[in-house]
């Protein structure tokens, strides 16, 4: 039993010695000129060895420090596929969500905008302009109660036509 672990331990450190003898390629030009690539050159050629890389490159750091999710890392399986598929489609969703919110409220201010320049016309018109008290009987805006409620009303335009 311990020979057959002692075995199994060699075997292995064999098996990773040799993947790294593998990814070794050596170049070097023949007799003709002509440039040969192989694991055993001749012996006395000049010989110009390429290495495979054994892994992929370290992603690279950005500004702060956190590695670059951007790095290709080979291609994607369909579950990868899907999972960015339905990230994009959440974030698209989550655009059109805003800007629906963002037209929303500018078509709000736009409408408050021209309701606070009707009433200021109103005011500036010189018409007479009545209201109803708490009793619910008429009355008509005095001189000095126009002027009030213009001056409202141009300080609501100006809030609201920004």
Known sequence: MRNMLVF????AAGAAFSFT????????????????????????????????????????????????????KGPMTPAEREAEYRKRQAEAQKAAEKA????????A????????????RQFESGQRIQRTNAQGERYYLDDAQLAQEAARARQEQQEACK
Request: charged content about 30%; glycine content about 6%; aromatic content about 2%.
């Open 109 to 120: 201010k736009r409408e408050n905008c021209e309701r606070a320049s009707a009433a200021l």
């Open 100 to 107: 629906a919110l963002e037209e929303k409220n500018a078509q």
């Open 21 to 72: 003898a593998q990814a070794q390629i050596k170049c070097w030009n023949d007799a003709n000129g002509k440039r040969v690539c192989g694991d055993v050159p001749p012996p006395g050629a000049k010989i110009t060895t390429i290495r495979a890389p054994a892994a992929p490159p370290p992603a690279t750091a950005s500004k702060d420090g956190a590695a670059d999710k951007d790095a290709k």
């Open 8 to 11: 199994v331990i060699l075997a």
